[in-house]
């Protein structure tokens, strides 16, 4: 099924440790993005791609990097992890166009012990 | 970037009409408003998207007065599964740094 796929579903680390998180996209989309969700905070928007080639920081944009792959592919990378960071992360692809919306991975349960 | 405001949460019983409303006092020109739904352990649904008055489909309604100021997503008929976090977004995609806000967590009671 076309979509946006996240692995793994679930991760835990302990601190110090690194790991990336994959996320990949097979609609052509453009523009892709990491989100991290925490209880009672909505999502917030970590890193972002416009397109293949760039990428530009969010609201929460500390402790992560992110790289661009491909025009498939997003991902991002917990260099250090930190208890933190135990969070909830979703990527997310749109196309190109101001009035098109998200589509969302399911997400990965990331826990930093 | 419009800042949105929602109720926390709502609850609802089941084969009623659900109006979800959203405050957007400062939406912009170029803005479109858009609603997503998050079940548990998934992440966010798109909905529906509305620049101005009225827009349907086939599982909501959108209204958005003349002042676009605000916007009420209408479910139908809810059922059980209808209970979700329901998100409304405001924004001009092209900037990409489209906010979330805590959205409107809805409860359908059988």
């Known amino acids: 099924n076309a979509g946006v796929t996240q692995t793994p579903k679930f991760q835990v680390l302990k601190t110090g440790q690194s790991m990336t998180l994959q996320c990949a996209q097979d609609m052509n989309h453009n523009s892709m993005y990491w989100y991290r969700q925490d209880p009672g905070m909505g999502l917030r928007l970590i890193y972002y791609?416009?397109?293949?080639?760039?990428?530009d920081k969010g609201e929460v944009p500390n402790g992560y990097n992110v790289s661009r792959l491909n025009k498939r592919e997003f991902s991002l990378r917990l260099e250090s992890a930190a208890p933190s960071q135990t969070s909830v992360y979703f990527c997310?692809?749109?196309?190109?166009?101001?009035?098109?919306?998200?589509?969302f991975g399911s997400g990965t349960r990331l826990t930093v012990v | 970037l419009a800042k949105t405001t929602q109720p926390i949460s709502m609850d609802s019983y089941e084969g009623q009409e659900v109006n979800i409303t959203c405050s957007h006092n400062?939406?912009?020109?170029?803005?479109?408003i858009t609603w997503y739904q998050q079940f548990p352990s998934q992440g966010p649904r798109f909905i529906i998207q509305g620049y101005k008055t009225k827009v349907t489909n086939e599982v909501a309604s959108l209204f958005i007065p003349a002042d676009r100021k605000s916007s009420t997503l209408s479910l139908p008929r809810v059922s059980l599964s209808d209970t979700a976090v329901y998100y409304c977004l405001v924004g001009d995609y092209g900037n990409n740094r489209l906010a979330f806000g805590k959205g409107n967590q809805v409860v359908v009671i059988p």
């Open positions: 400062n939406i912009a020109t170029n803005d479109y």
């Open positions: 997310a692809s749109r196309p190109h166009g101001l009035k098109y919306g998200y589509t």
């Open positions: 791609s416009a397109s293949e080639g760039t990428t």
